[in-house]
């Protein structure tokens, strides 16, 4: 995987900008646009997978115990998940609450 | 040996693009620029040239068609004027952060309003921050000579960009002078096949023309600039070779009667023959009055002009476009920006001269450097004149 862009100097660059490695999309950090990230109260997930179907930026992923977690390097805290879990176990806090 | 022949400049252009054996045209016809167009559909139609002929519906597609072609791995040729151009122009900025070494002829019209179909340079100094390799030519001989010299340049692997040859509208396009045409074989050996750097090809995908973010924005555009100003010594190199092979050697800024001038008159394209006219006729009359022609006018030349008007006690500096509004015409306020800081500096006179069509004649140089040596020129930071307009 490509560096990340914060870390690229102008004689780094690919002649004429070119992107010569495919899916280099996932090197793009959306997770630091949110002000509001998913918490996942356990006992209450029926693990539906809705928010993992949901999610447009696909930042869900099954954990080793079998939940969906978001991965905060993408998840741009759009709220979806929370409005979308049928048993209200997600809750969108303030990052800096968390 | 070369062929001497009576031939107009738009069609000695187009015979230089046939014998660059340019695989991809993509042009809207607009004057004056329609005589190189019409040539080069008759060269694919007669099969006289083995290259897709693209008819577009406007120039935005021309450009948008070139920048593919390119990008695909296509020796490729547009040519536009004036409202082509500025239909065009959210397309052109896009070709040389590509690095696609697109060659365009420009044959150079004022721009509306009023309409115009006539010749100043209006239309390039609207995209003069394009990022292309800009030149301009004297003549029609210039025009044939730079189509073979770009298409050498911009495909360097060293340089990768597209090159725009500023051509005056009707002066140059529809003038019949005699010139040197080349023969095949002398071109190919000065202009080899057309080998692209990177292009789209399904065997090995790229991306081409995707999106920055803030974050890398900023580098894109510094690689950009750095990649256009280390383009200069392989321009330089081109015209050597081209000069080695024909005789006809070119230079960033070329000066006229210059040596003993401490009046130098700075042009660009076609005026250049004009004023080194009127510079014999004023040094008969005992007016030590010197001629630069900028040729190179991106990347510009800092160095060459710095040297080439350290003796020269005035410039008349003669633009073809206005920047309402703004510090004169455009070449003059770059210029006298080149000079800023410098211990020692000539004042630069501004004239704007020619606009659409406006005939200026040898002896109007002289008017225009009468003016200066009688002491009535404005020099004073933005101050500007409008050459022959009524009052």
């Known amino acids: ?98 | 040996m070369a062929k001497r022949l009576g031939m107009e400049g738009s069609i000695a252009a187009s015979e230089a693009v046939r014998l660059a054996d340019t695989d991809v045209v993509a042009a809207y016809p607009i004057t004056p620029q329609t005589h190189i167009v019409e040539h080069l559909s008759e060269f694919v139609n007669n099969g006289e040239l083995d290259a897709e002929f693209i008819p577009v519906e406007s120039e935005h597609s021309a450009m948008s068609v070139c920048i593919g072609s390119s990008a695909a791995g296509a020796r490729t040729f547009t040519c536009t004027s004036s409202q082509g151009l500025a239909l065009m122009s959210e397309i052109v900025y896009i070709a040389p952060c590509l690095r696609l070494p697109i060659v365009m002829i420009l044959a150079n019209r004022s721009l509306s309003a009023p309409i115009s179909i006539w010749n100043d340079h209006t239309d390039v100094m609207s995209i003069r921050d394009c990022g292309w390799i800009q030149v301009f030519v004297e003549n029609g001989q210039e025009t044939f000579d730079h189509v073979l010299w770009a298409f050498r340049v911009g495909e360097d692997h060293s340089v990768l960009h597209p090159v725009i040859i500023n051509m005056d509208g009707f002066i140059l396009t529809h003038t019949i002078e005699p010139l040197e045409l080349l023969d095949q074989e002398s071109v190919d050996r000065f202009l080899p096949p057309y080998e692209p750097y990177l292009s789209l090809h399904p065997d090995k995908p790229v991306t081409m023309g995707c999106i920055a973010m803030p974050g890398l924005y900023t580098e894109t555009k510094k690689a950009q600039d750095e990649a256009l100003k280390a383009s200069m010594p392989t321009i330089l190199q081109g015209w050597k070779e081209f000069g080695d092979l024909t005789g006809r050697y070119y230079e960033p800024i070329e000066e006229y009667a210059t040596e003993d001038a401490e009046v130098l008159f700075v042009t660009m394209g076609s005026f250049g023959g004009t004023a080194c006219a009127a510079a014999d006729i004023m040094r008969e009359r005992g007016k030590a009055v010197g001629i630069l022609k900028i040729r190179l006018w991106r990347p510009f030349p800092f160095e060459v002009f710095r040297k080439a008007t350290q003796k020269a006690k005035t410039l008349i500096v003669i633009d073809r476009a206005t920047s309402y509004g703004g510090p004169g015409g455009p070449v003059a306020s770059e210029l006298r920006a080149a000079l800023y800081g410098e211990k020692k500096q000539p004042s630069v006179v501004n004239f704007i001269a020619g606009l659409a069509g406006r005939d200026v004649a040898p002896q109007d140089f002289e008017k225009m450097a009468d003016i200066v040596l009688e002491g009535k020129a404005k020099t004073r930071q933005e101050e500007y004149q409008i050459y022959g307009v009524r009052e």
């Not at chain 1, 280099?24 to 997930?45: F, M």
């Not at chain 1, 539906?48 to 977690?69: E, K, Q, S, V």
Request: glycine share 8%; with cysteine.
């Open chain 1, 1 to 98: 995987m490509a560096k990340p862009e914060s870390e690229i100097t102008w004689q780094e660059l690919e002649v004429g900008f070119v992107v010569k490695e495919p899916g280099s999309a996932r090197c793009y950090r959306t997770g630091d646009w949110k002000s509001l990230k998913p918490v996942l109260e356990r006992q209450l997930c029926v693990h539906c997978g809705l928010c993992y179907i949901y999610c447009p930026d696909m930042a869900y992923g099954l954990d080793p115990d079998g939940f969906f977690i978001a991965d905060l390097y993408y998840c741009k805290g759009c709220g979806i998940c929370a409005q979308e879990c049928p048993t209200k176990a997600i809750t969108m806090v303030p990052e800096e609450e968390a």
